[in-house]
């Protein structure tokens, strides 16, 4: 790197380096833009702080560039330099050094845009837009990095499974059209470089063919799902297809090495956990059978098509509702009332089931939802009742809205759980700590199957495949596979947060449901939406208290 480069980049990047991310991030692109040792006191001199600032933050950089599979090698009197393989040197700089947006650049960029989205459309392959703008950026990136001198010059022994001369061909012309368009000699190895990012980046669609990996590796993840979380989702073929076409590209992804962001993970973690424990079932089995490593970026992916899956199974329960129409004017007034409701609402014809009042006496009530009446009715039956008029006016369907609102909330528990432990106020420095002490407590007072630690064991299995924080310095562990009898819950609160994996954490709620409890399921589904009230897990996190949780619980004032 020249002294003008140098200088170019200190003021491209220095946006005053207030904070250890950004000085972490300047150091990174700085050692890696260098190829060459550099001296610490020289590059604390550039973000204007004591050499010990740097010093300590060195073992975060080292975790960091770890994940890449790069070293820091230190030498006396020289400094400090990156060493690893070129391939992860790229990887990183990607995701980890401070690379300007692609908006900020110009001239190379745009050539290596139109070049790009003219080779794509001309092979016929199908990225979306955030995975072509990524393809964009490593494309700058290789560019850059040949420039400076670092090339990949033998070809890296990649896996490619199923058909891929669209992408094989793709990447040549890519090569070709950098050479003439920047006059510079691109050897092989950068050939399979773009190779690997395109098959990464790729979309299959219904048709392609998928390899026999693939659809060996979802039929183990459904099984999985079905063994561990007692649902069934064998027979949904759209999912099915939906998933076997992202996992293609996505062991693709894995084996490559390429990370794939997710900037709403924390989003759905919180707002669909079903879901994402769904998709920590199939990071399982990825981890398990292929000895692949998925971020929880990619699992956060997964997990939407689960959602969508969910979804549908409890719009397929709601459309088996049966419901009664009651109408004392007569079947034509009945059969008026019967087309708002499966207008408005989606109902079944076949599941509205018209009756008279005499006649309900004789009603089997097991799998009816609801009874709407337009008259009073002479006593009380096992289901609710809307009264509505003869019209359907909207003040009746205001009413017929505010029962179907109702209808599609979870149950929220009367009661506390009888198996809960709080402990307040207590004070750990780690995660690791929290859990060991919140695990203890509950090997200690509840009994759970499997020897001693058993239970431990299988809350940091789940925690180790993807963090349970949830936002809103929340977490919710819980144990992966979990088949006890035994349904509790332990609640601690503590006096200070503790960094959890992405944040801070005060409030963590430890839970152990088996599948059919029902005053368990309840009482979690009821805590759920702390994910995305910080007030109130703040407000409990001071005063952790039974009378707390049941104000809480009840809709009370929760902050």
Not at 486 to 496: D, E, F, N, P, Q
Not at 509 to 534: G, K, S
């Amino acid at each position: 790197m020249t002294d003008r480069e140098l200088e170019a980049m200190i003021r491209e990047e220095n946006s005053s380096f207030s904070d250890n991310e950004s000085r972490k991030r300047y150091l990174i692109t700085r050692l890696l833009k260098a190829g060459d040792f550099v001296r610490i006191e020289q590059m604390a001199d550039e973000l204007f702080v004591s050499r010990a600032t740097v010093d300590r933050l060195m073992p975060e950089i080292k975790a960091e560039l770890g994940e890449y599979q790069l070293q820091i090698v230190t030498r006396p009197k020289y400094g400090v330099m990156i060493r690893g393989e070129e391939i992860k040197k790229r990887l990183c700089y990607a995701h980890r050094a401070n690379v300007p947006t692609l908006e900020s650049q110009e001239g190379m960029t745009r050539k290596i845009q139109q070049i790009v989205l003219d080779v794509i459309q001309r092979n016929d392959l199908v990225i979306n837009d955030i995975n072509l703008y990524n393809l964009i950026r490593h494309c700058v990136i290789a560019i850059q990095r040949m420039a400076s001198g670092n090339r990949l010059t033998e070809a890296q022994p990649l896996q490619f499974d199923g058909s891929v001369e669209k992408e094989r061909q793709a990447a040549r012309e890519l090569v070709t059209r950098f050479e003439a368009a920047f006059g510079v000699e691109i050897p092989e190895g950068e050939t399979q470089y773009m190779m690997m990012h395109l098959l990464g980046k790729r979309i299959l669609k219904q048709g392609q063919t998928l390899t026999a990996e693939t659809l060996e590796c979802i039929n183990h993840v459904l099984e999985e799902i079905r063994r561990e979380k007692g649902i069934d989702l064998a027979g949904d073929a759209e999912l099915y297809t939906a998933l076997a076409l992202h996992t293609q590209p996505l062991l693709s992804r894995l084996r490559f090495g390429l990370k794939q962001e997710n900037p709403i993970l924390q989003d759905i973690k919180r707002d669909m956990p079903q879901a994402y424990e769904l998709a920590v079932c199939a990071l399982n089995v990825i981890r398990r059978d292929l000895s692949l490593d998925m971020s929880e970026d990619e699992t956060g992916y997964l997990a939407l098509h689960f959602a969508v899956a969910l979804e549908k199974r409890e719009e397929d329960a709601r459309n088996d509702w049966k419901v009664l129409v009651v109408c004392a004017s007569g079947r034509g007034t009945a059969k008026l009332i019967c087309h708002r409701l499966v207008d408005r609402y989606r109902f079944k014809r076949e599941n509205l089931i018209l009756s008279s009042v005499f006649e309900l006496e004789k009603q089997d009530f097991s799998q009816i939802l609801c009874i709407f009446t337009t008259v009073p009715l002479p006593e009380r039956y096992p289901v609710p009742s809307v009264m509505v008029d003869l019209t359907m006016s909207d003040r009746a369907m205001e009413r017929v809205d505010d029962f179907m609102r109702a209808a599609a909330k979870p149950t929220s528990p009367s009661h506390l759980p009888q198996n809960l432990l709080l402990f307040p106020d207590r004070s750990f420095a780690t995660r690791e700590e929290t859990l060991d002490f919140l695990c203890g407590e509950m090997e200690k007072s509840f009994s759970f199957p499997g020897g001693e630690g058993d239970f431990t064991s299988q809350v940091k299995q789940r925690e180790a495949l993807s963090s349970t924080e949830v936002g809103g310095q929340l977490a919710m562990p819980h144990p992966y596979g979990y088949q006890g009898e035994t349904g509790a819950a332990a609640i601690l609160s503590l006096k200070k947060p503790v960094l959890w994996k992405f944040g801070p954490v005060r409030l963590v709620i430890l839970l152990a449901i088996p599948e059919r409890d029902a005053e368990m399921n309840a009482f979690m589904e009821a805590l759920v939406p702390l994910a995305t009230d910080p007030g109130a897990v703040q407000a409990l996190a001071r005063d952790l208290s039974q009378t707390a949780l049941e104000v809480y619980l009840s809709g009370g004032e929760k902050a």
